[in-house]
């Protein structure tokens, strides 16, 4: 009996340190993985909801700061063009002054492209600057 007791205890104190583990997931790294993903499907949509209200684009060396929407329409073009087919992360890094920035390489339709992006979390997590260039 005493076994089914310790065995029980030790069964529920792993199940809730396990639970809470799993209950406060690292919220910046998804977001990276997310925007990943969405460069995969070319979800503009998707992309939007980072996107801070001004975007520092950059796109085959053409580069400006864009509006939120600006930015969409851009993006969206350029899934057009180049349809995306896989992506991965292959760079990642975290400040400890709210920003992150991350290398996703993506794969189109029409070659290779990398990806280089940085946010910025203040309030919100917020897309600040994407560059896309050719992949050598």
């Not at 993903?37 to 949509?45: E, L």
């Not at 087919?85 to 990398?114: C, M, P, W």
Request: aromatic share 8%; glycine share 6%.
């Amino acid at each position: 009996m005493r076994k089914h007791i310790l065995l029980l205890l030790f069964t529920v104190l792993w199940g809730i340190n396990g639970f809470q583990g799993y209950s406060k997931p690292n919220i910046q790294g998804d977001a990276i993985t997310d925007i990943s993903n969405h460069f995969k499907t070319g979800n503009t949509k998707g992309l939007s909801k980072y996107l801070s209200s001004s975007v520092n684009l950059s796109l085959m060396n053409n580069e400006y700061v864009y509006s939120k929407a600006q930015s969409e329409i851009i993006l969206s073009k350029f899934f057009k063009e180049n349809h995306p087919q896989s992506s991965s992360i292959i760079h990642r890094l975290e400040n400890k002054s709210n920003f992150q920035h991350a290398v996703i390489l993506l794969n189109t339709s029409k070659g290779d492209y990398r990806v280089a992006i940085s946010l910025k979390s203040d309030k919100q997590l917020e897309l600040i600057e994407i560059r896309i260039e050719r992949s050598n």
